[in-house]
C-alpha cells in the first residue's frame, strides 16, 4: 500500500507543496504489534508508478515490495523541479559547469530537514525502527550522491545506503574530501554501482568512482560496488538493479 500526501519545506521552497510517498507492507495492518525498519528515498515521484515518474517510467518499488512481500517502510519524497532546485538541493558541494553554470549547494538544508523533520514525523506516525540498523537511504543519480553524503557525513542516522549511479562527476576531488572527513562506522553497509553505458557521460568520472570505492574500502565500509553491464543512466536500468541492492544491504 502507497500512500500519498502533500508537503513543503519551508526553508528550501517556502509554502509550495510537492509530494511525499509511504510504502507499507501488507503485514503492517495484519500484525499491528510489529515495526519496520525504514528506507528513504530521492525522486519519491519516480519509486513507485509510471504514471508520477519524470519521463512515464519508475523504479517500479512498489510492485517490487508486492511481489517479494518485504517487510520495509518506503518514504520518498518528489524533488524540485524548478530550474535548477534539484541539482541544488541534492547537491552538498558547491559546484560549476560548463552546461550547468554555478550551483548554489542545498544538500546540508535539505538533509538536515530529512533528519530532523521528516524522519521524526514517520517514526511519530508509523510502526517503525527508529535506530540506526534500521534506518536506509537511497537514491540514484545526483540522488545517489547524497544517498552517499547521508551514509558518510550522517553515518549516525543511516547504518546501510544504495547509491545507484552517483554524481560524483559535480566535484570528484570536493566529494573525496567529503568522504575522507567523515567518521563512518565500521558496520556500514553502502551499494554503489554505475552503468558501463554510463560510464563516459562526464569527464574523469571512472577515476572518480575508482577513488571513491577505494577511499571507502580504507574506512572499512562493507562496500558493494559494481558496473553494471549495459547499464545506462536512467529508471529502467535502476530499476534492474533493485533486487541486487536490497539482497546487498540485506534487506
Not at 20 to 26: G, S
Not at 109 to 115: F, T
Amino acid at each position: 500500500m502507497v500512500i500519498k500526501w502533500d508537503i513543503t519545506i519551508p526553508k528550501l521552497t517556502g509554502d509550495k507543496t510537492r509530494r511525499a510517498y509511504i510504502y507499507l507492507p501488507d503485514t503492517y495492518e495484519e500484525d499491528p504489534d510489529r515495526r519496520y525498519p525504514v528506507m528513504y528515498m530521492f525522486d519519491g515521484h519516480n519509486v513507485f508508478f509510471d504514471e508520477d515518474a519524470t519521463y512515464g517510467k519508475s523504479w517500479g518499488m512498489a510492485s517490487y515490495m508486492d511481489s517479494t512481500q518485504k517487510d520495509l517502510i518506503i518514504v520518498g519524497v518528489e524533488c524540485n523541479h524548478e530550474g535548477n532546485g534539484r541539482l541544488q538541493e541534492y547537491s552538498p558541494i558547491n559546484f560549476e559547469n560548463s552546461t550547468l553554470g554555478k550551483i548554489k549547494a542545498k544538500g546540508s538544508v535539505y538533509m538536515n530537514w530529512l533528519v530532523n523533520t521528516l524522519k521524526p514525523y514517520i517514526d511519530s506516525q508509523y510502526r517503525t525502527l527508529p535506530d540506526r540498523k534500521n534506518t536506509i537511504i537511497a537514491g540514484s543519480s545526483m540522488g545517489g550522491l547524497m544517498a552517499l553524503y547521508g551514509a558518510t557525513v550522517y553515518n549516525h542516522i543511516f547504518q546501510r545506503a544504495a547509491c545507484l549511479s552517483p554524481s560524483l562527476w559535480v566535484s570528484s576531488g570536493k566529494v573525496l574530501e567529503m568522504v575522507a572527513r567523515a567518521h563512518i562506522r565500521r558496520d556500514t553497509c553502502i551499494y554503489m554501482d554505475y552503468g558501463s553505458e554510463e560510464m563516459f557521460n562526464h569527464a574523469a568520472n571512472a577515476e572518480a568512482l575508482i577513488s571513491t570505492a577505494h577511499l571507502l574500502l580504507t574506512k572499512r565500509v562493507n562496500l558493494a560496488f559494481r558496473i553494471v553491464p549495459g547499464g545506462t543512466h536512467c529508471e529502467a536500468s535502476w530499476e534492474r538493479q533493485v533486487p541486487i541492492f536490497m539482497d546487498c544491504l540485506g534487506l
